[in-house]
């Protein structure tokens, strides 16, 4: 969901009008479940909502090579249909590696991370083979499971 505000100053007929308008991002971190305790994650800045981020990923990130191919592109600034039109900070904005790589992170310590991260939804692929979605509750830095399905229906 896009946060925006816009101000208006009119002024006399000689003078230009000016719109000041600021976008806030819904911010996402995708991962995909290594084992019990290791999530590899990416961040991902733009419309991480379920029905943007959670549709797609469900849509069209629904195996683990697709998931392992989203991976390899490292953090990202937009999501997309395939890894090919995703905006990679990587590869599109030649961003260091180093600072965009995936992440191991354990499962702990998912809440802090996604904190820290400024995140609002969580995306991970689990050992079933099916996506889960937590929204962060930044009050109690837990992680809240959100059902995806409903959000996309």
Request: proline content about 5%.
């Amino acid at each position: 969901m896009f946060i925006w505000k816009a101000k208006l100053i009119i002024l006399p007929s000689h003078y230009k009008i000016k719109i000041k308008l600021k976008v806030m991002a819904t911010r996402s971190l995708i991962g995909i479940k290594l084992d019990n305790e290791i999530v590899k994650t990416i961040y991902c800045h733009w419309d991480g909502y379920p029905e943007h981020n959670g549709k797609l990923l469900i849509d069209h990130y629904n195996s683990p090579a697709t998931i392992t191919e989203l991976m390899e592109l490292g953090d990202l600034s937009s999501l997309a249909e395939s890894p090919d039109q995703c905006k990679a900070y990587h590869r599109d904005r030649n961003e260091p590696w180093g600072m965009v790589e995936p992440r191991d992170v354990n499962t702990s310590e998912l809440g802090a991370v996604a904190s820290d991260y400024g995140v609002d939804y969580v995306y991970i692929y689990n050992n079933e083979y099916e996506w889960e979605c937590s929204r962060l509750d930044y009050a109690s830095g837990e992680l809240a499971p959100e059902n995806i399905l409903a959000a996309v229906a």
